[in-house]
């Protein structure tokens, strides 16, 4: 049967009522993270702030904000909510010791996850009668898991393809009759290319929708997508820190995305100053976790920047939209679906011997990232056979791999030819247009 | 006897050639024999000239990348065969050859120029065999 809702009952309450549910939710979590992460309790005390000083949502601003270097000071386990005898699950995202995030999840939390990603899935239109094909990487990243586990919960046929090997994903979406396809966009965009390659148009697979997240993608790509496999492209928002994809999703409208607020209680604010914004203006996006167990962050900040709007959606969601992110505020990338900070980089190049004279260009060509890295060569790296020079641009890309989980073009270039900047330095060039 | 050359490391970059041979030209360096090896993102150009020290100066005051090799340059018959027979002693004596160039002597007769992987036991090698390697007099 054909559901509008996958959860009407949460996916349509009305704003009081789920600011009352906020509330309550709030208050038991605030107390869950207070009694049992010590990391969180000392910046508590620090801030002068109890559980006794949190009544609901409208106390929110009273807590102290988390970042990405409380994750990498609390690494792996000093944020951890609940005994690991209790977690049945962790998620991780790639990148090194520092960077990476693991994030940790007992039952509740993951069917919590899987539901919001049902409801993504639902509001596709999505049902028991689809076949959904999960082109996300499976294993520690989160979108083969999520979308996974939210396919079974909607009662979809799940092809855990993960992703790679694009005719074979082809053949089975055309011999099974996949009907959703979930994946980033950008291998999206790649599958669009190949069906084209291999001499098949949209009318040789039975695709209706697709929902397309973990990277930054814009209404153009949107179109070209959309075109090349004949269907309706969504977008899903979600991290690593507060679970997954399923935070937000968007619903037939394509005009934001609904963000799952009986569990992610979201705020904007400056992101120089911490200050609260009002509803409407543009700033950093942070979540709150209401209910999961295992890993509660509390204020935890996004970097990404974006614009929340609670207005009467023409999907009869009453859930508050968040706009796609228009960039962040930090210096992190998005490149092929994975988190890229320029410091990975330079650790690399230091540890490899070069020096940090380098300049890292991020492209989009044909609806995939590319990602160029200049260095200069110090004097006694430079050999006159071609030899030597090719085997330090392998050595040194496949170090980079190894380090972020994608691949770079090296390109080893004279010392002093990289532009010196008076000022701050210009290490990173992001040719992408990526937020309308 | 071996000779020097030169290596400059030149990035695949618009003009990046030109710039290296005009400041070249500009410090009146007279170049007896130059050869290009290159790749899709950046090419080696080898010299061999007359002062090799001060220009291998010369050029690193200019900031580029260079490296000074000692490299083996044969004198060449003009007949048939002479660069197989070169090369045959030289697989002969299990060394590698990472690349050769030819070029012509102002004092008249060809040479070709060989980078291997070890210069003494190619040395010998040639030596043995009756083959002349050539030193920076001979082509100067």
Partial sequence: MLKRYFQPEIETMSPEDIKALQSKLLVQQVRHVYENVAYYRAKMDEAGVTPDDIHGVEDLYKLPFLSKSDLRDAYPYGLLAKPLSECVRIQSTSGTTGRRVVSFYTQHDVDLWEECCAR?????????????????????????????????????????????????????????????????????????????????????????????????????????????????????????????????????????????????????????????????????????????????????????????????????????????????????????????????????????????NYLIEVDRVHNSDTLDISVELLPDQFSDTMRDIEIREKKLAAAIKTMLGISPKVHLVSPKSIARSEGKAVRVIDKRKLHD | MTIKQISVYIENRKGRLAEATRYIADHQINLKALSIADSQDFGILRLICENPQETNEILREGGYLTRLNNVLAVSIADKPGTLAGILDVLAAAEVDVEYTYAFLSSKGGAYMIFRVTDNAAAQAALDASGIHTASQEDIF
Avoid at chain 1, 227 to 233: D, Q, W
């Fill in chain 1, 120 to 356: 993504a899935i639902v509001a596709t239109g999505g049902s028991s009668e689809d076949v959904c094909q999960v082109a996300y990487g499976y294993g520690l990243f989160t979108g083969g898991a999520g979308l996974n586990g939210g396919s079974h919960k909607v009662g979809c046929l799940t092809l855990p393809m993960s992703s790679g090997n694009t005719e074979r994903q082809i053949q089975f979406m055309r011999d099974l009759h996949s009907t959703i396809l979930c994946c980033t966009p950008s291998y999206a965009a790649y599958i669009g290319e190949t069906l084209k390659d291999m001499g098949l148009t949209p009318d040789d697979i039975d695709l209706k929708a697709g929902i397309f997240g973990a990277e930054p993608w814009t209404e153009e790509m949107r179109h070209d997508i959309e075109k090349s496999l004949g269907i309706k492209a969504y977008d899903i928002y979600g991290l690593t820190e507060t679970s997954g994809p399923g935070v937000a999703f968007e619903c037939e409208a394509q005009d934001g995305m609904h963000i799952n607020e009986d569990h992610f209680l979201a705020e904007i604010i400056d992101p120089d100053t911490g200050e609260v914004l009002p509803e409407g203006s543009k700033g950093e996006l942070v979540f709150t976790s209401l209910d999961k167990e295992a890993f509660p962050l509390l204020r935890y900040r996004t970097r990404d920047i974006c614009v929340l709007h609670r207005e009467k959606c023409s999907c009869g969601r009453t859930l508050i939209k968040m706009s796609k992110p228009m960039g962040r505020s930090d210096d992190m990338m998005i490149i092929r679906g994975v988190n890229v900070f320029p410091s990975q980089i330079e650790t690399v190049l230091l540890k490899e011997g070069y020096a940090a």
